[in-house]
């Protein structure tokens, strides 16, 4: 078992549309949760951190942690043209590991 | 602040030979890890460097290594290419190794292309 799974996409939705990316991971150790965003031809940047179970809102963005069920979302409300690109989830922990990522695209 | 630089952005090599990859932090970040990226497997960890000294390393062969400078610049090489080395590889800076809480902050890459 893949120590992290990730939801591959591609995952097209219309504008304004609810977006929800995810990932399970099975190493009951990890302890903080990142989600980065990586546009075309750029290096990853951080999106949202927590590290504790429940939801973390930042504007359209909500990052949900289940640490009793090992798995971790992202949901991003009124999307919009800009959200376009590929979103991983991390797990902060001493192997710095990512999920393999999500690409998502959003139509106007 | 300037950001994390990775030199050069693209480079096309053949099998068998070496490549060495640069990459400068964020100035007084002292920690730069290195990760492959390949549509197939994604964001692989490589290897992070502190202070000059390796802190951790992915599972990868031993063709990978790394190494980092007192300035904390780092270089990256791998040595007999294989095809299957063709990725985006990343460089990312944080001001500490730590317990993987930190942000870390990547350059753009280099892409790797190996014929």
């Known amino acids: 078992q893949k120590e992290v799974e990730q939801d591959p996409g591609p995952l097209s939705v219309p504008e304004g549309a609810i977006v929800s990316l995810n990932c399970t991971y099975s190493?009951?150790?990890?302890?903080?949760f990142m989600w980065y965003r990586q546009y075309s031809r750029k290096g990853p940047e951080l999106l949202m951190y927590?590290?504790?179970?429940g939801n973390k809102e930042d504007g359209r963005f909500t990052a949900q942690v289940d640490k009793s069920s090992k798995y971790i979302s992202l949901f991003i409300r009124d999307s919009q043209p800009s959200d376009s690109a590929t979103y991983l989830c991390?797990?902060?922990?001493?192997?710095?590991?990512f999920g393999t990522g999500t690409r998502l695209t959003i139509i106007p | 602040k300037a950001g994390v630089t990775q030199t050069p952005r693209y480079l096309i090599k053949t099998r068998g030979q070496q490549v060495t990859l640069s990459c400068s932090p964020i100035?007084?970040?002292?920690?730069v890890s290195w990760y492959q990226q390949t549509p197939g497997q994604g964001l692989q960890f490589l290897f992070e460097?502190?202070?000059?000294?390796?802190?951790n390393k992915g599972n990868f062969p031993g063709r990978f290594s790394g190494r980092q400078f007192s300035n904390s610049r780092s270089e990256m090489n791998v040595s007999t290419l294989e095809l299957g080395d063709s990725a985006l590889y990343l460089c990312?800076?944080?001001?500490?190794?730590?317990?993987?809480?930190?942000?870390?902050?990547f350059g753009p890459g280099t892409r790797l292309l190996v014929l």
């Open positions: 460097y502190f202070s000059e000294t390796q802190r």
């Open positions: 991390y797990f902060g922990n001493e192997k710095l590991t």
């Open positions: 100035s007084g970040h002292r920690s």
């Open positions: 990312a800076s944080k001001s500490s190794p730590g317990t993987g809480k930190e942000t870390q902050y």
């Open positions: 190493n009951s150790a990890f302890q903080y």
């Open positions: 927590t590290y504790s179970s």
